[in-house]
């Protein structure tokens, strides 16, 4: 389901380097197996795919039916970090870019800043819509997810008398402001599980719940992170996990790559950088050492910070998350003025030359310094999104212990 091309890195270092630094991947992907380093009580996320009990996701199909039949038509899903990035991803990528999803509601994102403006417009939109709202916060009390709830919990106990009924929490299981106002009204409420950490918790219900509202399907999304499981558990230096670590770790410490940039050539990736960046930059920028992640949606950011990425400080390396077909075809056609001498390529799929300015850019960039891996799926899907987020959660851990630092904390 994900194929890693390294080649793009040939170039740039040493077999014989590269060969120790897979036996230290090695050595942290046993630390990872068999859950004796430091944070070691926050591996929950490792077997979600496969722990995941058929009644939850029947719960969410519940809800679904519930709202549909209250003609709920927009969906606001409150929290920050980790309990919005993940399910924001996965909703953009799956979405179509302008236009509904037919038979769901629209999920927009809350509680993610404080900006006045955003609040007062997405109230306007709440009010042309027939709204509910599923709520994020272990603990409640995080300034920005709060301020939001109260916000649209006001709102909804004001104008509908089944509110309670419109708003799900999913919170610790136990504690905290959410969890007992979620008792004391009623609403039904799952839980942040205890041993997950928030930018490990797409798989769980704070990533799975909206994605399911949004009409996609989080059966094959975990069914996707199942297959990528049982991959990454072998201990191997094929294991693309193992090798990816390997690969970054080497180009931090021997060669000075200070900065990794995610590259998507696909705009709907555009949040799977924000969450793989949080994943990340959380769980490795600790005791003064860590790899500085940035991401980049090409062919656009070409045209802005192209220049510096070619020709800048050469402190860099590239990471693509490529896309092998497109679900969509569009044909550029054939013009009698060919003002824009663009006939050349009439016939041709736009998709060809995306692919075509994938490949010059990978060329200019390695030849310009920038050493270049390759993550790839075939298409964007529900089941290659769930193996993306399990391959960079799995390659994270293994990549931190590398560094020496807890991934967890």
Not at 119 to 128: F, N, P, R, V, Y
Not at 316 to 333: A, C, H, K, P
Not at 355 to 372: F, R, S, W
Request: proline residues 4%; neutral net charge; glycine residues 8%.
């Amino acid at each position: 389901m994900i194929k890693l091309n390294l080649k793009g890195c040939d170039s740039f270092i040493s077999a014989k380097d590269y060969d120790e630094y897979v036996s230290k991947a090695l050595a942290a992907f046993d630390t990872l197996y068999n859950g004796n380093g430091a944070g070691s009580e926050m591996l929950g996320w490792k077997t979600l795919p496969t722990d995941t009990p058929e009644s939850l996701l029947k719960e969410f199909d519940a809800i679904r039916k519930d709202w549909a039949a209250k003609g709920v038509n927009l969906v606001i899903s409150i929290g920050i970090g980790g309990s919005y990035l993940g399910a924001r991803c996965a909703v953009e990528a799956l979405s179509h870019s302008f236009l509904p999803n037919p038979g769901a509601p629209r999920v927009v994102f809350a509680g993610n800043n404080l900006s006045e403006e955003y609040l007062a417009e997405l109230l306007d939109l709440t009010e042309k819509s027939n709204p509910a709202v599923v709520v994020i916060s272990k603990s409640g009390t995080t300034t920005e997810p709060a301020v939001a709830f109260r916000i649209f919990k006001e709102y909804l106990e004001k104008h509908y008398k089944d509110a309670a009924e419109r708003i799900v929490a999913i919170t610790d299981a136990k504690k905290g402001a959410l969890k007992t106002l979620a008792t004391q009204e009623g609403y039904r409420s799952y839980v942040v599980p205890d041993n997950v950490g928030g930018r490990f918790s797409v798989l769980s219900p704070v990533g799975l719940l909206p994605i399911a509202l949004a009409g996609f399907d989080v059966r094959a999304m975990l069914a996707g992170a199942a297959v990528m499981q049982k991959k990454l558990s072998e201990r191997s230096a094929e294991n693309p996990a193992v090798q990816y670590a390997a690969m970054r770790n080497l180009l931090y410490a021997k060669y000075s790559k200070k900065v990794e940039i995610l590259v998507s050539y696909n705009p709907k990736f555009q949040y799977l950088g924000e969450w793989w960046k949080q994943l990340f930059g959380e769980s490795e920028g600790k005791g003064c050492k860590g790899i500085y992640p940035a991401s980049v949606n090409y062919t656009t950011d070409l045209h802005s910070i192209g220049q510096f990425v070619q020709d800048g400080d050469r402190c860099l390396f590239e990471t693509i998350v490529g896309v092998e077909n497109s679900r969509r075809e569009v044909v550029i056609g054939s013009d009698a003025q060919n003002l824009d001498q663009l006939n050349y390529i009439a016939g041709k799929r736009v998709e060809h030359c995306n692919a075509m300015a994938q490949l010059g850019t990978k060329l200019a960039h390695i030849d310009g310094g920038v050493p270049q891996m390759e993550v790839s799926i075939e298409r964007i899907n529900e089941a290659n999104l769930g193996a993306i987020f399990y391959f960079f959660e799995f390659a994270c851990g293994v990549s931190a212990y590398v560094l020496g630092v807890n991934p967890f904390n």
